[in-house]
């Protein structure tokens, strides 16, 4: 479910808040690969402490947990709205990292390609003797090594055939 950026600024801190803002759509696009990184750095920093939050909260509500303050947490919605936010701000950044990663590949590939066409254009020989269409000395053949089998496929077939009658009438008996 889609998290609205008045409850996106309910959950957060200040700061938080203003690293969430940067991972939204034209923010995030303005980034440099730098600038992104490090925000990942930082927000994942921050979805872990709130992840590690959360999970002690939910411990401490279930009993398993000692309490961190005087009495132990009646809830933990909060704690869980704001990781939710923080992991969906993890996810844009990421969506983000990973679109920027395919477009320096496919920008790459392409220049890989354009560089290959043009060696391979620069090493075509000219001349009368390339692409002719005579054989010239063209392929060998190589002589078999192995033996000719000289008995007849014919033969071989008609012995097949007796032996399959002959068991067959040994099997009816």
Do not use: F, S
């Given at each position: 479910m889609a998290i609205s950026r008045k409850d996106e600024a309910r959950a957060l801190s200040a700061d938080e808040h203003a690293l969430v803002e940067k991972s939204h759509h034209p923010a995030v696009q303005e980034l440099s690969d730098a600038d992104l990184a490090g925000l990942v750095k930082l927000l994942r920093e921050r979805r872990d402490k709130a992840q590690a939050e959360a999970h002690r909260r939910r411990r401490e509500i279930r009993g398993k947990g000692a309490p961190k303050g005087a009495k132990p947490s009646k809830a933990d919605g909060g704690s869980q709205l704001k990781l939710a936010v923080l992991?969906?701000?993890m996810r844009r950044l990421n969506g983000e990292a990973e679109r920027r990663r395919q477009l320096a590949a496919s920008v790459s590939l392409v220049e890989n390609a354009r560089h290959a066409l043009a060696?391979?254009?620069k090493a075509t020989p000219a001349g009368p003797e390339f692409n002719t269409r005579?054989?010239?000395?063209?392929?060998?053949?190589?002589?078999?090594?192995?033996?000719?089998?000289?008995?007849?496929p014919m033969e071989l077939g008609r012995q097949r055939q007796a032996a399959k009658v002959a068991q067959a009438k040994r099997d009816a008996r």
């Open positions: 992991a969906m701000a060696m391979k254009q005579t054989a010239h000395k063209g392929m060998r053949a190589i002589a078999n090594q192995r033996a000719q089998n000289l008995v007849r």
